[in-house]
């Protein structure tokens, strides 16, 4: 019931195109779902999150879309660029909790 | 302000030996969580420390403790290594509560030969 699935573990897609990266969870006591990046060498940065009273969130070329009944949420990476390319993690957290479960990773590559 | 900084940022120890890695969180963050990452498990949750006290365990066995200091920095052992303990040790700071944001630092690279 900790876990978060992650789909798919890579990606790739062309300069200008849509990326999206989709994760599951199963434990419905998570309020909070952060998405990270991380670059080879450093450590994750968080670019964008979502409580489960929201059904999207848009943060400049980022939108997170949540579905609640489904217990998924996905990441949309708008005009992709290849700086861009990094590896993304999912998470969830537990209500008073601190502790993120995070999914397994995707390595996203924009082509130019 | 200043991130969350980790030092050292790598490390080579042998077998058997014993590590402490060091965190400083961003000013004024009094939550500080730690982190193992992996390519194989990815990244598990080893502890959190909030006003010096461990407030949350992950499923490490008890080689790997840790402790908070009153100035909030924090410093995370691991005793009697084994290779597979060869990893990215991050840290993650926070206000405790809302917002949950955690921000993460840069991680020390530990290798276990």
């Known amino acids: 019931q900790q876990q978060v699935k992650q789909s798919p573990q890579s990606l790739i897609v062309q300069k200008g195109g849509i990326s999206i990266i989709n994760c599951a969870y199963e434990?419905?006591?998570?309020?909070?779902f952060p998405w990270y990046q991380q670059f080879p060498g450093k450590g994750p940065a968080l670019l964008i999150a979502i409580r489960p009273d929201v059904s999207e969130k848009k943060e400049g070329r980022f939108t997170i879309s949540f579905n609640k009944s489904a217990k998924q949420f996905s990441l949309h990476i708008m005009d992709s660029q290849p700086g861009d390319s990094a590896t993304y993690f999912c998470?969830?957290?537990?209500?008073?909790?601190?502790?993120?479960?995070f999914g397994q990773g995707t390595r996203l590559t924009i082509n130019p | 302000k200043a991130g969350v900084t980790q030092t050292p940022r790598y490390l080579i120890k042998t077998r058997g030996q014993q590590v402490t890695l060091s965190c400083s969180p961003i000013s004024g963050h009094r939550s500080v969580s730690w982190y193992q990452q992996t390519p194989g498990q990815g990244l598990q949750f080893l502890f959190e420390?909030?006003?010096?006290?461990?407030?949350n365990k992950g499923n490490f066995p008890g080689r790997f403790s840790g402790r908070q200091f009153s100035n909030s920095r924090s410093e995370m052992n691991v005793s009697t290594l084994e290779l597979g303990d060869s990893a990215l040790y991050l840290c993650?700071?926070?206000?405790?509560?809302?917002?949950?944001?955690?921000?993460f630092g840069p991680g020390t690279r530990l290798t276990v030969t």
């Open positions: 420390y909030f006003s010096e006290t461990q407030r």
């Open positions: 998470a969830a957290r537990g209500q008073g909790a601190q502790k993120l479960v």
């Open positions: 434990n419905t006591a998570f309020d909070y």
């Open positions: 993650a700071s926070s206000l405790r509560g809302n917002p949950y944001e955690q921000y």
